[in-house]
């Protein structure tokens, strides 16, 4: 059998510094939006119809924003042909 100080095969150990500022932050938010998918799609799962609705709601609203900022954004000047 070999000895635990010959096997080489990967990293078995802990990394020398511990996560700080910006990865741990990173790092946090992760586990953070893995979370929340998590409890949503559960949530989806247990109730489909409120999901379903909550889902073409906020489509609808987001067609009526789209659609109210695309039309204020055209020039509606009437004397083309003038």
Sequence with gaps: MAKDDDLKAG????PEE????????????TEAVKRETSAVATAAADHPHTATTLGLLIGALA???????GRSSVDT???YWR
Excluded: E, M, N, S
Aim: charged content about 10%.
């Design 63 to 69: 067609f009526t924003i789209g659609y109210v900022v």
């Design 11 to 14: 990293f078995t150990g802990t």
């Design 77 to 79: 000047g009437r004397g």
């Design 18 to 29: 511990p996560l700080a500022g910006v990865r741990k932050a990173a790092q946090t938010a």
